[in-house]
């Protein structure tokens, strides 16, 4: 299939491209920037006036719900959401029923995934047994299978001994290891942010130190072990100036924010709304505006979905005993440029945030629109506005604080190895 995209505005911040120029596919590669190759005869045309021609954005975080949860999503359904979303690749957490603790596990989901053919998925390894936080897993094994890293997920490792071999066993091999930062028994039990809203209505909080004990420790053992980390889904603004200062010294880390915690504060839990629960709990506006500061400035290198698709009986329970997340994959996109919108940034920088830097993260071929790569590729139109309803989401889970909310940017195409999975 021979495809010829024409009149987009080509964004492509890894290559440092922003400018109007078409764009040739041919065999599932990029074959032509600007102008066409000798004897192209494309078998399709796409129109991208007033369209934006960007890699295949790459999501650091999407629960797919497989093995283990079908009823919540399956794979089937979360991948299309994905393309929907103009997402090409994702990385999923171990976090699956059984964990993604074994190699036959990693195959079984990659081998599935692959024949979908709808998304580049990357699974993280479990860093521990059954995310148990005692024995360590054959790190090497799992990643021979297709893990890009190694994650606990949710689950913290309160042993500290175990971590620190955790990470000298990562630096022998290069491994990085994906933690979200939180101490196991200031947030054991707790289910907003320690604040006025949570005093108010009666809920046991997580106050934000919870968070900056965590990083001070992961830091401290990634400087003395060499290795490299990435710190998932900061929420306060001490976690933003601890890996600010640890990347001025020299410290190989990384780090990302939720799509959500950009735009959302603790008072958007209102009275007592579920689609509120995530975790890390909704913060203060402060911290709302260090995160969104911290993307600005490159101390945060990504924003992602972290998508949680959850079935609707268990976020109709009261807040504090229904399942934390929110489904994230077709509103990345639209939320990311928010974001840009709302802190008077640029819609390049916006798409480096979810395209060529967390493929650097994960350090994976994608997220750029180079000549002979991929055909990894979103087209979207960033001034088309819509609601955000419930009945026209594509994931299983519907599960979202934004619903009913009107954002602006949406995909009209998505192109996988130069083959539309998805068209608007």
Request: with cysteine.
């Amino acid at each position: 299939m021979k495809i010829h995209i024409k009149n987009g505005h080509l964004i492509d911040p890894k290559n440092n491209i922003d400018t109007k120029q078409d764009v040739y596919v041919a065999a599932g590669k990029i074959v032509g920037i600007g102008s066409a190759p000798k004897d192209f005869v494309a078998n399709q045309t796409i129109d991208a006036t007033d369209l934006i021609v960007a890699p295949g954005f790459v999501d650091l975080s999407a629960r797919l719900r497989e093995p283990g949860s079908e009823h919540k999503a399956t794979l089937n359904s979360e991948l299309l959401a994905a393309a929907a979303g103009g997402i090409t690749s994702l990385a999923c957490p171990p976090d699956t029923d059984p964990v993604l603790d074994e190699p036959g596990l990693v195959e079984m989901l990659k081998h599935r995934a692959k024949l979908l053919n709808l998304v580049h998925v990357y699974p993280l390894g479990a860093l521990t047994r059954q995310l148990e936080g005692k024995l360590l897993t054959e790190m090497c094994e799992l990643t021979e299978a297709g893990c890009v890293g190694f994650s606990q997920a949710d689950v913290a490792i309160t042993d500290t001994q175990v971590l620190w071999r955790a990470f000298e066993y990562a630096a022998t091999f290069g491994y990085t290891i994906f933690l979200r930062a939180e101490d196991y028994y200031l947030a054991k039990d707790g289910v907003a942010h320690d604040g006025e809203i949570a005093s108010r209505l009666g809920l046991k909080g997580i106050p934000a130190a919870a968070e900056g004990l965590a990083i001070a420790s992961i830091l401290r053992i990634a400087h003395e072990t060499k290795t490299k980390v990435h710190l998932c889904r900061l929420s306060t603004a001490e976690g933003v100036d601890l890996v600010r200062q640890a990347k001025k010294q020299g410290v190989q880390v990384t780090a990302d924010v939720s799509a959500q915690h950009c735009h959302l504060t603790d008072h958007d839990i209102g009275y007592f709304n579920a689609y509120a629960n995530l975790k890390p709990p909704l913060r203060s506006a402060r911290d709302r505006a260090a995160l969104c500061q911290g993307l600005k400035d490159g101390t945060i290198d990504a924003i992602c979905s972290d998508h949680t698709p959850v079935d609707d009986d268990a976020k109709l329970l009261p807040f504090a005993e229904a399942e934390a997340g929110a489904t994230g994959l077709e509103l990345l996109l639209p939320l990311a440029l928010k974001w840009a919108t709302d802190n008077k940034t640029s819609l390049f920088d916006a798409i480096a945030k979810i395209t060529s830097q967390p493929a650097s993260i994960l350090a994976i071929d994608g997220g750029h629109l180079s000549l002979n790569a991929n055909a990894d590729i979103a087209i979207f139109n960033p001034k088309l506005e819509w609601k955000i309803d419930a009945s026209q989401l594509k994931s299983q889970g519907k599960n979202t604080p934004f619903l009913g909310l009107t954002l602006l940017g949406k995909v009209q195409y998505t192109l996988l190895h130069g083959q539309i999975t998805y068209q608007a």
